[in-house]
């Protein structure tokens, strides 16, 4: 079973900064088969990159995937008020069909 | 507009059973995997169990085989998932999700299982 690492934790930044966030697995996984989603507080999680670099519909410009084997990268180019939130990246498997990392928090500075 | 609407949450006892139900509207269902992920308070995300968009092909977690069933009716446009043999480490909200891109495309907005006595 394929685990997933998400690094940082916790995040501390300012609006207009830049985050980065990294999602290392504990083997190679194919980059069709990771994506990144995004969580506020009482809410579902919404899609935000497939295929380690495809941008989800709707999804502004902003956020970009990148990455391939075992490390993987989530940017936010600037941070708008409403990216502060839980990240978690994904990876599509066999059994289990799904693993998620532990995720990274981003958090208003 | 897509939309996944779970129902069925709620409290239990240990070792009681629960079924959910995910009414979807918006998109052709039968054309669509799905799946169920929970969330326990608190925690991160953890995928719970898969079925092929004709029902032929499923998966579960290790953590509920044996103890959770997955099942959808096309014709009704819902997807459901039988819990027994409920454990405290069950209690979790429970997403309805649909698959696409090999990734989780669409989310419900959960239902919340507590499990205790």
């Known amino acids: 079973e394929i685990v997933l690492t998400q690094s940082p934790g916790t995040l501390s930044l300012s609006p207009g900064e830049r985050a980065t966030l990294s999602c290392r697995a504990s083997?190679?996984?194919?980059?069709?088969?990771l994506a990144w989603y995004q969580q506020k507080p009482g809410q579902a999680p919404r899609l935000l990159i497939y295929?380690?670099?495809s941008r989800a519909t709707g999804i502004p410009d902003r956020f970009s995937g990148s990455g391939s084997g075992t490390d993987f990268t989530l940017t936010i180019s600037r941070l708008e008020p409403e990216d502060f939130a839980v990240y978690y990246c994904?990876?599509?498997?066999?059994?289990?069909?799904?693993?998620f990392g532990g995720g990274t928090k981003v958090e208003i500075k | 507009e897509v939309q996944l609407v779970e129902s069925g949450g709620g409290l239990v006892q240990p070792g009681g059973s629960l079924r959910l139900s995910c009414a979807a509207s918006?998109?052709?269902?039968?054309?669509?995997?799905m799946n169920w992920v929970r969330q326990a308070p608190g925690k991160g995300l953890e995928w719970v169990s898969y079925?092929?968009?004709?029902?032929?092909?499923?998966y579960y977690a290790d953590s509920v085989k044996g103890r959770f069933t997955i099942s959808r009716d096309n014709a009704k446009n819902s997807l459901y998932l039988q819990m027994n043999s409920l454990r405290a480490e069950d209690t979790a909200v429970y997403y309805c999700?649909?698959?696409?891109?090999?990734?989780?495309?669409?989310w419900g907005q959960g239902t919340l299982v507590t499990v205790s006595s």
């Open positions: 295929g380690a670099s």
């Open positions: 079925i092929s968009s004709s029902g032929s092909t499923i």
């Open positions: 918006g998109f052709t269902f039968s054309s669509y995997e």
């Open positions: 083997q190679s996984v194919s980059s069709s088969y």
């Open positions: 999700a649909r698959g696409a891109y090999l990734s989780v495309d669409y």
């Open positions: 994904q990876q599509y498997g066999s059994s289990p069909k799904f693993t």
